[in-house]
């Protein structure tokens, strides 16, 4: 298990670091991030899916993504994002409390072809809640694959937080989400075997949110 009790003091040194603050006294003092202190600084975002991570977003005055695509605790989610704003205490970065809510997402032109590919995105998170690693299987192991009885109620759980479908499928399911959080800023994750079936997912989730690309 991972020593968790140093990330607040982690997630201050991040932000030193981009804003070219560190203490003289801090044994990393000589670390700078690049490019350098000419750019503007980026937004820092804390990700996260429990009560700890909203609460330490909340202290430190910083916006908080909300990991839904995770798949843990959804349940909660919107407790846990209320307990961010009520608690948010404004910073020199962020004046007001800020939510964003990160998604899981297989898009298709079809609802059939999206469930046929998210087989290997769900064979990986299950792989990876057993052993803690794995490869992105192809579909056709994935579908080739034979499930417990356990492992397929798990996997029925685990598509409840997925936004799977076709594009006027998913369109609805996001501006649910967006409601039920009350934010308009979503961020998607699709993890799928086809790199072509990826980018044609975001492409069709672009076209029907209408999206477009700053150029």
């Given at each position: ?200 997912s975001y492409e069709l989730v672009a076209e029907v ?7």
């Amino acid at each position: 298990m991972r020593d968790i009790r140093h990330y607040p003091d982690q997630v201050n040194d991040l932000i030193a670091y981009l804003k070219d603050t560190v203490d003289a006294s801090h044994p990393f003092a000589g670390v700078h991030a690049g490019p350098g202190p000419s750019t503007t600084m980026p937004e820092v975002w804390l990700l996260g899916s429990g009560i700890d991570s909203a609460y330490l977003a909340a202290r430190r005055g910083l916006p908080f993504s909300y990991a839904y695509f995770f798949g843990v605790d959804v349940q909660h989610g919107t407790e846990i994002v209320d307990t961010y704003r009520e608690h948010f205490q404004p910073s020199e970065l962020l004046t007001e409390p800020k939510v964003n809510i990160a998604v899981q997402v297989m898009c298709a032109e079809t609802a059939e072809e999206a469930k046929r590919l998210s087989a290997s995105r769900n064979l990986l998170r299950l792989r990876i809640v057993r052993s803690g690693r794995g490869g992105i299987p192809s579909v056709e192991e994935a579908l080739a694959y034979p499930y417990s009885p356990q492992e397929r109620l798990f996997l029925d759980e685990y598509s409840r937080t997925t936004v799977d479908g076709d594009p006027q499928q998913v369109k609805a399911k996001l501006d649910a989400l967006a409601q039920l959080y009350q934010t308009n800023d979503l961020s998607i994750v699709t993890i799928c075997y086809d790199f072509a079936a990826r980018v044609r997912s975001y492409e069709l989730v672009a076209e029907v949110c209408g999206v477009k690309a700053d150029v």
